[in-house]
């Protein structure tokens, strides 16, 4: 029963609300497991649960599923811890751990035991494997699998106790052999790995399962609704005969479909494999998919929230085009960010007819449509930096920047006419000799003449140096993962997706704090990264001005 304007997993809330199935609760869950930083793909979970909760008056509990001791780590968590508040959702005391039922969960597994739900086997990892059977050929059952209540209670304890080594023994659920849902085929609840945990030390050498420590966690903390992505809709039949086998209080688990973005990998495994083989400077490399990089990189979370809004939430896969991503970014900096003046890559103009030594303050509004931005002073003098691909000295038709003979605006300033072009030995223009029009000062003339082109600008003398980072696509292919064989995904890398240029820009970005977000006008939206020192910023292009996304 669907909700008119209300996506599927939320029209199953409010239809459990009407009918008061969870006595009129809403409480969900955003559960990652530390073993890296989030990504673009857990802010669409993040969005669902959290947005979810504060829609329906309801809660969401922040919880680590930290089963895995091995690769799992402190700093993965607090990054989540961080990530997740940056992104604007709070969960007040609301942090839960897995860890923190390990000793319930061992209960929980006893109880299975003594009600014959479940067995030690002893079968190696891969006899297990073949014993499993195929999508179209039903499993075998284990030698082990009929072992007494006392038997398996005992050897449980045992291996509680740590008499055993890492793989000899597992825990499983006593199912079905034959079911068509592989997943029931007598799943591993628990296994034995003798590994410091980051939170219970070595208080455990036998760690639960994915599955047994999930639906119990969700059942625990009281969650009504346990949304998770499609890859879970097989294990939703164990999610459901674990807490009935366990008579516990049941909540409702719901698969929608996980993000896939093009020119994007959104796997914290080949994540991990991006920082360590080195293609990347970190987790938190502003070219990176994760939440850190995309702070680094300058998205404000309010375009994360808004990208996530827009591509919804549904039961089908697909992949979502970057370039919307890209068209919530410029919205939101649009509305948000001051516009100043940098040139990336600076050839010199001499304004032969200013007065060397004069120097002129122009004060410069920061945004054109907004004056609640404020303004700030911008010098001018002889010496200037415009940007090369600005001029051209054999200009295309319907040119209007700056050629040989041609006049053009200097933004806020005065207009200029190039009379000379200086070049080096080998050829190269070094400099362009000018003359301004002093009645031209503000940007127009007393005779109203026409100029088209307004170009942004920077005072040589008072350039704040800066070394700018411009990113492209990490992957040079729309679907990374696509790769002949033999091949892997790294092999769809972008050789030129960081390029650094030394820029000059205007001197009131020379303290300015890492994190600042700016329009360098006609060039994009950049963010003073946490590598800018006092007088040398550094800056990393979030996105370019132009939208290639079509409406
Ligand atoms: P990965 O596949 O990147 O390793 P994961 O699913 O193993 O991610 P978890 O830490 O288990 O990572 O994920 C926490 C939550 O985020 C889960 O509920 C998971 O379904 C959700 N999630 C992970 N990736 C995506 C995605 N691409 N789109 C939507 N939700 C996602
Ligand atoms: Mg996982
Ligand atoms: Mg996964």
């Given amino acids: 029963e669907a909700t008119p304007g209300l996506d599927f997993v939320r029209s199953r809330v409010v239809a459990d609300n009407r009918t008061g199935r969870f006595d009129g609760r809403v409480h969900t ?8 930083y989030l990504h673009i793909g857990h802010a669409k979970s993040i969005c669902l649960n959290f947005g979810i909760a504060n829609e329906y008056g309801g809660k969401c509990n922040l919880r680590f599923d930290d089963t895995n001791p091995v690769k799992e780590s402190r700093e993965y968590v607090d990054s989540i811890r961080t990530d997740v508040a940056w992104m604007g959702f709070s969960w007040d005391d609301r942090e839960f751990y897995a860890s923190n039922y390990f000793e319930q969960l061992y209960q929980f597994a006893e109880q299975l035991i003594m009600a014959g739900k479940a067995y030690v086997d002893s079968l190696s990892a891969e006899e297990i494997r073949a014993h499993r059977g195929t999508l179209t050929q039903p499993g075998t059952e284990s030698p082990y699998r009929n072992r007494s209540v006392e038997e398996n209670l005992d050897l449980f304890r045992r291996m509680r106790a740590g008499e055993f080594a890492d793989g000899t023994h597992v825990l499983r659920a006593k199912i079905d052999m034959a079911s068509p849902n592989v997943v029931m085929r007598d799943p591993t609840l628990y296994r034995i790995r003798h590994a410091h945990h980051h939170r219970t030390g070595d208080a455990w050498c036998i760690y639960p399962m994915y599955d047994f420590t999930h639906c119990i966690s969700d059942s625990l903390e009281g969650i009504t609704h346990s949304i998770c992505t499609l890859e879970f809709e097989n294990n939703r039949e164990l999610y459901d005969w674990t807490l009935d086998a366990l008579g516990v ?12 973005l093009t020119y994007t990998v959104l796997s914290k495994r080949k994540l991990i494999q991006l920082v360590e083989g080195g293609f990347v400077k970190g987790w938190d490399d502003p070219r990176m998919p994760t939440i850190s990089g995309l702070r680094r990189r ?62 002129e303050e122009f004060d410069m509004p920061y945004h054109p449509e907004d004056a609640s931005f404020g303004s700030r002073i911008v010098p001018f003098s002889r010496v200037l930096y415009i940007e090369r691909d600005d001029f051209r000295e054999d200009p295309p038709k319907k ?16 207009y200029i006419t190039c009379r000379e072009v200086v070049k080096d030995e080998a050829g190269n223009i070094v400099e362009l000799r000018c003359t301004y029009d002093p009645e031209s000062r503000g940007g127009s003339s007393p005779d109203g003449r026409k100029v088209k082109g307004t170009l942004h600008w920077v005072s040589a003398a008072h350039a704040v140096e800066s070394e700018v980072r411009l990113y492209e696509q990490l992957f040079a292919v729309s679907d990374p993962d696509d790769v002949p064989e033999g091949g892997v995904f790294t092999d769809n890398l972008n050789p030129d997706s960081l390029k650094v240029v030394r820029a000059m820009l205007e001197p009131s970005l020379g303290g300015i704090e890492p994190g600042t977000k700016v329009q360098f006008e006609r060039m994009g939206y950049f963010c ?24």
Avoid at 249 to 260: D, G, K, S, T, V
Wanted: aromatic share 12%; net charge neutral; with cysteine.
């Fill in 249 to 260: 209080y049941h909540p409702q688990q719901i698969e929608f479909a996980r993000l896939n």
């Fill in 298 to 359: 300058g998205v404000p979370p309010e375009a994360l929230r808004e990208f996530c809004a827009r591509i919804g939430v549904a039961k089908a896969d697909s992949t979502v085009d970057y370039g919307l991503f890209e068209f919530c970014i410029r919205e939101r900096l649009n509305a948000t960010t001051p516009r100043v003046m940098g040139v990336l890559d600076p050839i010199r103009v001499v304004i032969e007819n200013y007065p060397e030594g004069q120097v």
């Fill in 528 to 551: 003073a990264d946490p590598d800018s020192v006092p007088g040398a910023p550094v800056f990393n292009r979030t996105v370019t001005l132009k939208d290639t996304w079509a409406k």
């Fill in 399 to 414: 040119f209007f920047r700056l050629a040989p003979g041609a006049e053009v605006r200097l933004r806020y300033a005065y």
């Fill in 29 to 36: 869950r955003f559960p990652p497991e530390p073993n890296g």
